[in-house]
């Protein structure tokens, strides 16, 4: 039996055991539909006050080993199917476990990034809560930011994850808005180097 299989029978397992309380078969707050983000969204279906734990994103907890190996898959899927779509949906929990969200039934896996999101996550032990940071009117997009990092590793990956929030503060790319003043500093380093190769 490879990882994967093995991954698969554990998760199949687990998932089975969170459909008996799930809480997000049916919120009050939300559903989920056609987003000019991307793909799909959550979106209130109600006004919803500021400071209001609206959901919970549920998921399997893995090892940092096991979600590499999750977005290593998916990635090779990718590339043999260019239309094949599909994500990982992993959430850090802290330095050693995720939670796999890719589950039935976790709506919050489908919140998508804005840099001027209306929504934040609250990560207490193995619970990830998201709470609105403002007042959110009936049929508005509930967002996040993902908080992505810029890797050392390879400075320049935070161009494969171009943002496409629309709002007036979007930075291009996403990342955490701590990491915007770095970001902004090596694009204009990018640029003065290739306009430097061209003259």
Request: charged share 35%; glycine share 4%; with cysteine.
């Amino acid at each position: 039996m490879n990882e994967m299989t093995l991954m698969d029978t554990t998760k199949q397992q687990t998932v089975a055991e969170l459909e008996h309380t799930n809480e997000n078969q049916h919120n009050e707050y939300i559903e989920v539909k056609t987003s000019g983000i991307h793909r799909h969204g959550v979106f209130a279906i109600t006004d919803i006050p500021k400071d209001t734990k609206i959901m919970t994103y549920r998921g399997i907890k893995i090892t940092k080993e096991e979600s590499d190996i999750l977005l290593k898959n998916t990635i090779e899927r990718h590339k043999r199917d260019p239309t094949n779509h599909a994500g990982t949906y992993i959430f850090e929990l802290d330095e050693n476990f995720d939670l796999d969200g890719d589950i039935p039934n976790n709506d919050a896996k489908f919140i998508n990034h804005s840099c001027e999101p209306n929504c934040e996550v609250d990560v207490v032990g193995e619970e990830v809560l998201i709470y609105t940071t403002r007042d959110i009117k009936q049929s508005e997009e509930i967002t996040y930011n993902y908080g992505f990092e810029i890797d050392e590793k390879d400075i320049y990956d935070f161009k494969t994850h171009p943002c496409k929030c629309g709002s007036k503060r979007c930075a291009g790319y996403i990342l955490a808005e701590e990491e915007w003043p770095k970001m902004k500093e090596l694009l204009e380093k990018e640029d003065m180097l290739l306009k430097k190769d061209k003259s």
